[in-house]
């Protein structure tokens, strides 16, 4: 069946233009998550759906990043006012329950000029 | 605090080399454990996990992985190294469960295989 899917797979952002970036989980998958990968880093995480209600986004950096799951599938990770820290490969990620594997997208790079 | 590392940054070993990768955690209980490659430019592939049980657990590729609770680690082996193996490892601990669940990844360690 069909893995995670993450659109675009590349975005040119000039600094402070607004970006959404998609993850479309595999279907069934309950769990979604967010990561953020800086270049020659392991994964950090962002924030954690369970169907549409975010459970945990303690990773959040600042409150120009925004994710939402409204209808507890497709989820999309909005950072506001980009700034070239943001510049990083967003990963996501789902899950069927809390102690199955995570299964991973090919991410989206972000590129902030 | 809740921490997970991988203290080697780089490893380059031969071809037909043995290989081990080492992750150490920090957490009070028993986390559930993973490891991941990454090849460039791809997504995280699962190698192996940890719940419970055996502590030496069997994955993908020919690896496997030994989960020493007195030592807190989950060093990842394989006994011939081959050169589509060269990729990035990252070893990754479960901390909570349900509503606080949350993977937390190691920094990662790049290896390199020489022909």
């Known amino acids: 069946g069909a893995g995670v899917s993450q659109s675009p797979r590349y975005k040119v952002a000039k600094r402070g233009q607004d970006v959404a970036l998609r993850c479309d989980p595999i279907?069934?998958?309950?769990?979604l998550f967010w990561y953020q990968q800086a270049l020659g880093q392991g994964p950090e995480f962002l924030t954690y759906?369970?169907?549409?209600?975010?459970?945990?986004k303690s990773g959040l950096p600042s409150d120009r990043f925004f994710a939402e799951r409204p209808e507890g599938s497709v989820s999309t990770l909005k950072i506001q006012r980009t700034q070239q820290e943001d510049s990083a490969v967003y990963l996501c990620a789902s899950s069927s329950s809390y102690n199955s594997p995570l299964h991973f997208g090919n991410g989206t790079r972000l590129t902030v000029t | 605090a809740q921490s997970v590392t991988q203290p080697d940054i780089h490893i380059t070993v031969s071809e037909g080399a043995s290989l081990e990768l080492r992750c150490n955690y920090s957490y009070g209980a028993t986390p559930y454990l993973f490891w991941y490659v990454q090849s460039p430019g791809q997504g995280l592939q699962l190698l192996l996990k940890?719940?419970?049980?055996?502590?030496l657990v069997q994955g993908i590729k020919g690896f496997e992985a030994e989960f020493k609770r007195s030592q807190s680690s989950f060093n990842l082996r394989k006994p011939s190294v081959h050169w589509s193996d060269a990729a990035e490892y990252f070893c990754a601990v479960v901390f909570g469960m349900d509503s606080s669940y949350k993977l937390i990844f190691g920094s990662g360690t790049r290896l390199l295989v020489r022909p």
């Open positions: 940890y719940f419970s049980g055996d502590t």
């Open positions: 279907s069934g998958h309950v769990s």
């Open positions: 759906f369970q169907n549409e209600a975010q459970l945990d």
